[in-house]
């Protein structure tokens, strides 16, 4: 069988985060999970994660994607792989993969097997070169150009150090051979740790070992700290933007604009500066993202608009108008031809076509027709402080500024609520409401009453 390793155990002290370092997310996604998503793509029977450190964290995100190892003391690489042996059956070949490096790709990890298997090795190690090898295990080869070592930072000698060939710490080791070599494995070294790097010492002279060439260096940068991660995510942010420009996306100032690598982007939309897309989301063509929006796990259709507006796990149809300045959130839809203006917040909720929330509104737990004006200052008022209460609006409802709806609530078709009213009962279709204290005016009061005008 064929098995993938992941080593997701340590806790990262580098990182200086209470997640777990491979929980740390890129991109709004943690590390681990972009391991796991690469696998998915590639021929593989078996997947297992080490973990050990918060182990529950690393649990929770790939839930029952992978098998568990579990190292409860971070001992060093090769000790957690001893703890994934008794997971491993048969012939076959094991990829092994540390837990921060979240840019490997099935090319990679497809090109190291491949590779291994062509050249029939043993023992196959993922290497690039750094003009800044600094934290990396330098690879030392032989007087014929062979592999004899692989030397840590904290081992190395100063000409050691000066090697800019390193370990990525990408694997791919035939079954057999690992769990023959893994327990001759010592910690005689300057960190007590058990070197997973130590292997090469131990197969060279008995085993055939190769090194795979990466190109794409910033696929395999291990993030140790949170320096690393924003270079890392500094890389990945220009590979995808220039992706996405080259396909027909304009980008203004793309510096700026952060776009993670499952969003989907048509042709001929266009992402102002400052704007954050990330999770699953999909832009359609002709629409306008930005300046300065944030939006996660989103679909926005054809031609619409969002302008320097928060929109989580939300649909936005086609022509549009979003913002500036509104949230959508929790399985929202936004009709076609709908406006959202400012400081407007949609939760839960579905508007139909052609409904306007120009201001200053609160919409949660509702469903709403077509051709609906909100007012200015609505509030669908669907919490008691206990339950949460839904409310349901027909078509062509004209609500008047500063109007409660308090849920739940049902309110027909071509229902007119006047201004200022707090609606507790259901309208039927064409009703007039209007629920509010009657005016009293009291000529040529004012100064009785004490009030003095200013003498500006
Ligand atoms: C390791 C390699 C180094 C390589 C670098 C590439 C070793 C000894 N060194 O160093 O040659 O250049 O990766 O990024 O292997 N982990 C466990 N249990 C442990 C220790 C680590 O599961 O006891 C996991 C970590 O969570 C991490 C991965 O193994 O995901 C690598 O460990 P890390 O401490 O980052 O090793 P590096 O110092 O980066
Ligand atoms: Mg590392």
Known sequence: ???AIILAAGKG????TDTPKCAVELFKKPMVEYIVDALDKIEIDKKICVVGHKSEVIE????DRVEYAYQDVQLGTADAVKRAISLICGDGYSLILPGDTPLIDDEILAGITRYHKESKNDFSIGTIYLDNPTGFGRIIRDGTGNIASIVEEVDATNIEKDIKEVNTGIYCIENKMLIETLHLIRCNNNKSEYYLTDLVKLLASKAKVGSYLI???YKVMGINDLYSLSLVEESLKRVINKKHMINGVTIVNPDTVMISPDVKIESGAIIYQGSIIMGKSYIAKGCHIGPYSDIMNSIIEENS??????VYDSIIKCNATVGPFAHLRMNSIVGENDRIGNFVEIKKSTLGTKTNVAHLTYIGDAICGDEVNFGCGTVTVNYDGKNKFKTKIGNRVFIG????LIAPINIGSDVYIAAGSTINQ???DEDFAIARVRQIVKHNYSNKYGYKKSKL
């Open 1 to 3: 069988m064929n098995h």
């Open 13 to 16: 002290s580098r990182m200086k």
């Open 60 to 63: 929770g995100i790939l839930g």
């Open 215 to 217: 190109k794409d260096t």
């Open 305 to 310: 608009i969002c302008r320097q507006s928060v």
């Open 401 to 404: 500024c500063n109007s409660n």
């Open 426 to 428: 259901d309208l039927i």
